[in-house]
């Protein structure tokens, strides 16, 4: 059975940082290019960050830019988003997804559940 469980988040004060991690099993990550997505109250899922199979293209929306890092390890079959200078705009719920290219991302093949992340100003 495939699935990605994501960890690591929490709550932490504006300003500060948060590594979510997005692991997998029943499938091997680095045939697989990874984003991360997060849903806000009330709002659409919106793209964050994505890595191709062997990191060779990362893709970040402009409002996490310069802030976020999308990063893996296909050795331990991991994927993580580093998350510094935190805003309470951040606060949502994250999720990781699996798809055949960085392309298609959006409509990923495979989903994690999502952790919950919440920055408080």
């Known amino acids: 059975q495939v699935q990605l469980v994501e960890s690591g988040g929490g709550l932490v004060q504006a300003g500060g940082s948060l590594r979510l991690s997005c692991k997998a099993s029943?499938?091997?990550?680095?045939?697989?290019?990874v984003g991360w997505f997060r849903r806000a109250p009330g709002k659409e899922r919106e793209f964050v960050a994505a890595?191709?199979?062997?990191?060779?293209?990362?893709r970040y929306a402009g409002s996490v830019k310069g802030r976020f890092t999308i990063s893996r390890d296909n050795a331990k079959n991991m994927v993580y988003l580093q998350m510094n200078s935190l805003k309470p705009e951040d606060t949502g719920v994250y999720y990781c997804?699996?798809?055949?290219?960085?392309?298609?991302?959006?409509?990923?093949?495979?989903w994690g559940q999502g952790t919950q992340v919440t920055v408080s100003s």
């Open positions: 997804g699996a798809d055949g290219s960085i392309d298609s991302i959006t409509s990923g093949r495979y």
């Open positions: 029943g499938l091997t990550l680095n045939n697989y290019a």
């Open positions: 890595i191709t199979w062997n990191g060779g293209i990362i």
